[in-house]
């Protein structure tokens, strides 16, 4: 039987990010993604035939080992970038209550069912010469009722721009969270204190990240 998901790793641990922070969840990281975010936390995952192949059966068995959580995440990588994504999905939210997906947009919904959420992360152009590929899909993304849109934000430049572009495609501002750029504490919290302040005034909601609080940028959490 050939082995359909290439993955970077499986852990539990908490959410960290977007509307779910510190729900307990199992975290299926796929991996490959050529995005190319020059802040990526996860540059192992980017290389298409690295990390392991394994059967949807074996994906399943070493997922429930993992211990019960209310949740699955799944990430990367760029998760659409991933052959049968659609079908990998049809079976998480047969087994899951929720299934979240982290993605930057850059291809559309692969299906949209009530348990199946998605935290998009569309880029700015400070993020990568690639970033807007990943707002191509945002209108299909905005008519997906159970998707959040998540930005990085790591300037008061940045700022700017993404409020240009939450006004330029009419995105919903109750499905808006802002969040700092950041990979340790001491940055995330200034980047965090004027985010803050930005979010109260325009009604956006900061996101944290709390694995980088809690654990620092460490694999598997
Ligand atoms: S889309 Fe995600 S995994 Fe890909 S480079 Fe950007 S942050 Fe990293």
Same mark, same amino acid.
Request: glycine share 8%; net charge neutral; hydrophobic share 40%.
């Given at each position: ?12 641990? &908490? ?5 779910? *922070? ?20 996860? +540059? ?27 949740? &699955? ?29 982290? $993605? ?34 945002? *209108? ?9 849109? +998540? ?48 979010? +109260? ?19 598997? $959490?």
């Amino acid at each position: 039987m050939p082995r359909p998901y290439r993955i970077a790793e499986l852990f539990l641990s &908490l959410q960290g990010e977007g509307p779910s *922070a510190g729900t307990p969840a199992c975290f299926l990281r796929l991996q490959g993604c050529d995005v190319g975010c020059r802040w990526c936390d996860t +540059k192992y995952s980017w290389e298409a035939q690295g990390g392991r192949s394994i059967s949807a059966g074996e994906l399943w068995t070493e997922l429930a080992a993992l211990g019960d959580a209310p949740l &699955l995440v799944v990430t990367g990588g760029e998760p659409l970038q991933q052959a049968q994504i659609g079908e990998l999905l049809d079976q998480a939210v047969a087994r899951w209550p929720r299934v979240e997906v982290e $993605t930057s947009g850059i291809g559309p919904p692969p299906r949209s069912h009530p348990r199946l959420h998605y935290n998009v992360s569309p880029k700015l152009s400070t993020a990568t010469p690639r970033w807007e590929a990943t707002w191509e899909h945002i *209108a299909a993304w905005i008519a997906e009722p159970r998707a959040t849109f +998540k930005l990085v934000v790591a300037s008061p430049e940045d700022y700017d721009e993404a409020r240009a572009m939450i006004i330029r495609y009419a995105i919903p501002g109750e499905r808006v969270m802002l969040m700092p750029e950041g990979m340790t504490e001491p940055v995330l919290r200034a980047r965090s204190e004027w985010l803050a302040d930005r979010c +109260k005034r325009e009604g956006f909601r900061l996101s944290p990240r709390l694995h980088v609080w809690l654990w620092g940028m460490r694999r598997g $959490t």
